[in-house]
């Protein structure tokens, strides 16, 4: 009889970004919030920087420009400005670490 003996790879220390997948629909001077998560993978503890897109061409204030934390989430702020063109836009937030491993998130905003 034989036996066979798996192998498991067990994955390096790392993190993931993630937000909410549903679409973020939004209506013009409206506020509200983006809470990034930062999901944390094979035990890795480090600081994470997440930085928010430039939101200024889409009239879009969006508060603090980044955050670092070693924790599970950040939340930006953000407020539509009247001015602001209807439409979909993609924003992507960027996570990186002190080892230069960088990973990113995108929920996209609607606006009316």
């Known amino acids: 009889?034989?036996?066979?003996?798996a192998?498991?790879?067990v994955s390096p220390p790392d993190f993931a970004?993630?937000?909410?997948?549903?679409?973020?629909?939004?209506?013009?001077?409206?506020k509200g919030s983006i809470p990034v998560t930062v999901e944390r993978v094979a035990g890795f503890t480090g600081t994470v920087t997440v930085t928010a897109?430039?939101?200024?061409?889409i009239k879009v204030k969006l508060t603090p420009h980044s955050q670092s934390t070693s924790g599970a989430a950040?939340?930006?702020d953000f407020k539509v400005k009247k001015t602001a063109a209807p439409?979909?836009?993609?924003?992507?937030?960027?996570?990186r670490d002190a080892d230069g491993?960088?990973?990113t998130a995108t929920v996209t905003m609607t606006i009316q």
């Open 53 to 57: 897109p430039d939101t200024k061409p």
């Open 7 to 9: 192998t498991v790879a």
């Open 74 to 76: 950040v939340t930006f």
């Open 87 to 95: 439409g979909a836009y993609d924003l992507v937030f960027t996570g």
């Open 17 to 30: 970004l993630a937000i909410d997948p549903a679409a973020l629909t939004v209506n013009r001077k409206q």
């Open 101 to 103: 491993r960088a990973h």
């Open 1 to 5: 009889t034989r036996t066979r003996t």
